[in-house]
């Protein structure tokens, strides 16, 4: 089992940015890929970006490919998501995950709790 624990969400303007950060433990934590995905109000829920512990390869939602940047702290066990010129299009629940292999497609078997990120235009 994966524990997951998400920090960093909040309100911030269009254009602004944020950090995600996500806190793994269990065990073989580090055997898993991992990934953020998000959850805006009437939808479903949707791929954001993966990366494994080592830090590459990193896939990206289209939308967010040049915004987002997604790495890991192996040392630290956490996951971390810096989302800049943030858009109202980004206003979501993110959620940590980990997968089994592969990194990509990404959709988790193990979640966090989420965390709520509001972009206000």
């Known amino acids: 089992q994966v524990q997951l624990v998400e920090s960093g969400g909040g309100l911030v303007q269009a254009g602004g940015s944020l950090r995600l950060s996500c806190a793994a433990s269990?065990?073989?934590?580090?055997?898993?890929?991992m990934g953020w995905l998000r959850q805006a109000p009437g939808k479903e829920r949707e791929f954001v970006a993966s990366i494994t512990w080592s830090g590459h390869p990193t896939y990206y939602k289209d939308s967010v490919t040049g915004r987002f940047t997604i790495s890991t702290d192996s040392a630290k066990n956490t996951v971390s998501l810096q989302m800049n010129r943030l858009t109202p299009e980004d206003t979501a629940v993110y959620f940590c995950?980990?997968?089994?292999?592969?990194?990509?497609?990404?959709?988790?078997?193990?979640w966090g709790k989420g965390t709520l990120v509001i972009v206000s235009s």
């Open positions: 995950a980990a997968q089994e292999w592969p990194v990509y497609p990404f959709s988790g078997d193990y």
């Open positions: 269990g065990r073989t934590a580090s055997s898993y890929a």
